[in-house]
């Protein structure tokens, strides 16, 4: 069994930065793709950003410039680092991880419960 637990969100001014981090832990061989989501009220669940095992990151348009993703592989660990916050980037956020729990195994998705980010005008 997997489990990711997010933290670091919170209520920011706009204008201001959040760190998320997001620790995978459980039965692990290998972890491929992580990232985060996030869902804002109303809208579907929408990329942020997403980071390969090798570092090479993809982000959301909407995030570019402002949000950098970064993974520890030693700490199964993925951050975001969330900068020039703006009221629209209210959602909540989820952490995402495709692992595989054995060798023979192939990746699986799993997914974090989710941390509020909450953006103030």
């Known amino acids: 069994q997997v489990q990711l637990v997010e933290s670091g969100g919170g209520l920011v001014q706009a204008g201001g930065s959040l760190r998320l981090s997001c620790v995978v832990s459980?039965?692990?061989?290998?972890?491929?793709?992580m990232g985060w989501y996030r869902r804002a009220p109303g809208k579907q669940r929408e990329l942020v950003a997403i980071?390969?095992?090798?570092?090479?990151?993809n982000y959301a348009d909407s995030v570019k410039g402002r949000f950098t993703i970064a993974r520890d592989n030693a700490k199964n660990t993925v951050y975001l680092q969330m900068n020039s916050l703006k009221p629209e980037d209210t959602a909540v956020y989820y952490c995402y991880a495709d692992v595989k729990t054995y060798r023979g195994s192939g990746y699986y998705a799993n997914w974090g419960q989710g941390t509020q980010v909450t953006v103030s005008s």
């Open positions: 459980g039965s692990i061989f290998s972890i491929n793709l």
């Open positions: 980071i390969t095992s090798g570092g090479s990151p």
